[in-house]
T-cell receptor, first 110, second 112 residues
Framework: KNEVEQSPQNLTAQEGEFITINCSYS?????LHWLQQHPGGGIVSLFM???GKKKHGRLIATINIQEKHSSLHITASHPRDSAVYIC????????????FGEGTQLTVNP | DAMVIQNPRYQVTQFGKPVTLSCSQT?????MYWYQQKSSQAPKLLFH???????NEADTPDNFQSRRPNTSFCFLDIRSPGLGDAAMYLC???????????FGPGTRLTVL
């Protein structure tokens, strides 16, 4: 079992829909990252969370430390949001090493 | 403004011919990381520098080396690239080990 699991693996939505991507982890963490990667492209760091909730534009990330769970929400989704979204955790014992989830491939159709 | 810059964006090399990938940052961050990402896989950490201290991952092949001549620059040297080394190479930086990592656009390496 991976230490970081994401669901769903693939998600297709219509433009304007509200989207949720989930991340569960099994280790104690100091922080959790949500990352975005477009096809063939580099990685953009969307959020780093250690508690609560963060919002940036149409993106919202929440984390529940007790339940070892985080969610990434996209409101009013747009085709340009189509990308792979990756959850990665910085565990309490791993030093600088991020442990990555498998990623969620999001496709938003016009 | 670009904060983590990688050059070149695309690199083609021949089997066994040494290649160097470059990363620079304008953030004055202490930590610089090199990741390897193969198709449809998660990035894999190769090594990182905390200031001048080099930290190699246990399973990083000896074929991969790194240099950090100053705070702003970090290089990835692949001494004898094999076909299996074809991948996207991502550089990232963070202010400290526990801080948010900022990624560069990556260099896609092709080995012929």
């Amino acid at each position: 079992k991976n230490e970081v699991e994401q669901s769903p693996q693939n998600l297709t939505a219509q433009e304007g829909e509200f989207i949720t991507i989930n991340c569960s982890y099994s280790v104690g963490i100091s922080a959790l990252h949500w990352l975005q990667q477009h096809p063939g492209g580099g990685i953009v760091s969307l959020f780093m969370l250690s508690s609560g909730k963060k919002k940036h534009g149409r993106l919202i990330a929440t984390i529940n430390i007790q339940e070892k769970h985080s969610s990434l929400h996209i409101t009013a989704s747009h085709p340009r949001d189509s990308a792979v979204y990756i959850c990665a955790v910085l565990s309490e014992t791993s030093g600088s090493r991020l442990t990555f989830g498998e990623g969620t491939q999001l496709t938003v159709n016009p | 403004d670009a904060m983590v810059i990688q050059n070149p964006r695309y690199q083609v090399t021949q089997f066994g011919k040494p290649v160097t990938l470059s990363c620079s940052q304008t953030l004055n961050h202490n930590v610089m990381y090199w990741y390897q990402q193969k198709s449809s896989q998660a990035p894999k950490l190769l090594f990182h520098y905390y200031d001048k201290d080099f930290n190699n991952e246990a399973d990083t092949p000896d074929n991969f080396q790194s240099r950090r001549p100053n705070t702003s620059f970090c290089f990835l040297d692949i001494r004898s690239p094999g076909l299996g080394d074809a991948a996207m190479y991502l550089c990232a930086t963070s202010r400290d080990r526990w801080n948010k990592q900022f990624f560069g656009p990556g260099t896609r390496l092709t080995v012929l």
